[in-house]
């Protein structure tokens, strides 16, 4: 066994992922200012480059 996460692990971080992107969406959209937006926007962007990542992960770990 490799030691990594198996792909039923990786769809329960995916999962939880897209809702942190959600849920920050929703945040963003309910305030406003610069810096409040700026915040937002770099959480954002981090959530959505570990859910890349994790995609990326759980696609190599798929028998083609």
Same mark, same amino acid.
């Given at each position: 066994? *490799?030691?990594?996460?198996?792909? *039923? +692990? %990786? &769809? +329960? #971080?995916? @999962?939880?992922? /897209?809702?942190?992107?959600?849920? %920050?969406?929703?945040?963003?959209?309910? /305030? $406003?200012?610069?810096?409040?937006?700026?915040?937002? $926007?770099?959480?954002?962007?981090?959530? &959505? @480059? &570990?859910?890349?990542? !994790?995609? @990326? %992960? #759980?696609? $190599? !770990?798929?028998?083609?």
């Amino acid at each position: 066994m *490799s030691g990594g996460p198996t792909i *039923s +692990e %990786l &769809e +329960e #971080r995916i @999962a939880i992922v /897209r809702q942190n992107i959600d849920d %920050l969406i929703e945040q963003a959209a309910a /305030r $406003s200012g610069g810096a409040d937006e700026d915040l937002a $926007s770099a959480r954002i962007a981090e959530q &959505e @480059a &570990e859910l890349a990542r !994790l995609m @990326a %992960l #759980r696609s $190599s !770990l798929r028998p083609t």
